[in-house]
């Protein structure tokens, strides 16, 4: 039997040593599965004994160590483009204003949480390098220096000032009544519409439960019959479920983030896209098909085998 808090003792000097990790590289290290790591990565993430990035390496986050975020940029080439650009413009000009900004790089420093911290001055949306404090920041845009604009005098001749003064709109009498009618039923409304009878008993419609089809209740019966316990329903259609599920272990309960698939093929985007979603949780994936899956996906399977599993329908 694995005792866990060994393992989470021995999980934690491995990252403190090498720095923000994948769970391939803790597994390694431990030897053991990278299943089973990534079941402690998630329970220790939770408990807060460890972090998680938001930039993904092959699809998975990084962990580490409160104090280790400054290594995270070394892991700067996996993003994209645009987000790289917006933390060069970032780290050199430490605080950037929001508005200032060219649309693709405001996207691009919603999306880089790990670098990009966001906040408020003078009621405008500005932008710190993560390796500034959010007062060194206010501190920095303190000490830029204000454009100082000299006020121009404008001389205006009486001339022109009489001219301004005919040039005055002229409002008629029938503009008048116009907008006293206007104002009158604008105020009709809104009497009507605070008014709330309190006699009149609202029916509120009752939200019809789609019944399952033939494929989805299958699929339930099968994860029962395999001791998989779904504890939470994401998605329900026809051909496509999607839930969390625990399975009990040696090591204690692993959930894993589960989609079900009515195709004849399983192709390598389906498993990309489930284990793109599975990460974001973050949790282990499991693929479930009544079909085939494609030699591209399979090859996809055993790269991320340690957190990423295939149950065919019998």
Same mark, same amino acid.
């Given at each position: ?25 803790? $597994? ?10 990534? $079941? ?24 580490? %160590?409160?104090? /280790?975020?400054? $290594? ?28 200032? /900004? ?13 670098? $990009? ?14 390796? %500034?404090? =959010? /007062? ?5 845009l303190h000490s830029l220096k204000p454009v100082s604009v000299k006020p121009i005098d404008v001389v205006v001749e009486n001339k022109e000032l009489q001219d301004i003064e005919n040039k005055k709109p002229v ?68 051909? =496509? ?8 272990? /040696? ?21 990309k896209k489930l284990l793109s979603d599975a990460q974001k949780i973050p949790l282990p994936a499991l693929i479930i098909y009544p079909g085939e899956i494609s030699k591209k996906a399979r090859e996809y399977l ?13």
């Amino acid at each position: 039997m694995i005792q866990i808090h060994e393992t989470h003792n021995k999980i934690i000097d491995i990252i403190r040593k090498r720095g923000p990790s994948l769970p391939m590289h803790v $597994a390694k290290e431990i030897n053991m599965s990278s299943l089973f790591i990534s $079941a402690f990565l998630a329970e220790m993430v939770s408990s807060r004994k460890i972090r998680i990035s938001n930039l993904k390496v092959g699809g998975s986050p990084l962990y580490y %160590l409160e104090g /280790q975020e400054p $290594a995270l940029e070394n892991f700067h080439n996996y993003l994209h483009p645009k987000e790289s650009e917006a933390l060069l413009s970032l780290k050199n000009n430490k605080v950037l204003k929001d508005n200032e /900004q060219e649309p693709a790089i405001r996207v691009a420093l919603r999306s880089i949480k790990d670098f $990009a911290f966001s906040f408020s001055f003078n009621g405008e949306v500005y932008w710190r390098y993560f390796m %500034l404090s =959010e /007062q060194d920041a206010i501190n920095h845009l303190h000490s830029l220096k204000p454009v100082s604009v000299k006020p121009i005098d404008v001389v205006v001749e009486n001339k022109e000032l009489q001219d301004i003064e005919n040039k005055k709109p002229v409002v008629t009498q029938e503009e008048i009544k116009k907008e006293k009618h206007k104002k009158k039923s604008i105020m009709k409304k809104e009497t009507e519409t605070l008014f709330q009878n309190p006699l009149i008993i609202k029916e509120e419609k009752q939200k019809k439960e789609k019944s399952k089809s033939a494929f989805v209740l299958n699929v339930i019966d099968f994860l029962n019959k395999n001791n998989f316990k779904i504890i939470e329903e994401k998605d329900c259609k026809a051909k =496509e479920y999607r839930c969390i599920v625990e399975v009990k272990s /040696q090591l204690g309960t692993i959930h894993f983030f589960t989609e079900a698939r009515d195709k004849k093929t399983i192709s390598d985007a389906d498993i990309k896209k489930l284990l793109s979603d599975a990460q974001k949780i973050p949790l282990p994936a499991l693929i479930i098909y009544p079909g085939e899956i494609s030699k591209k996906a399979r090859e996809y399977l055993i790269k991320y085998s340690s957190i990423l599993k295939a149950k065919k329908i019998e």
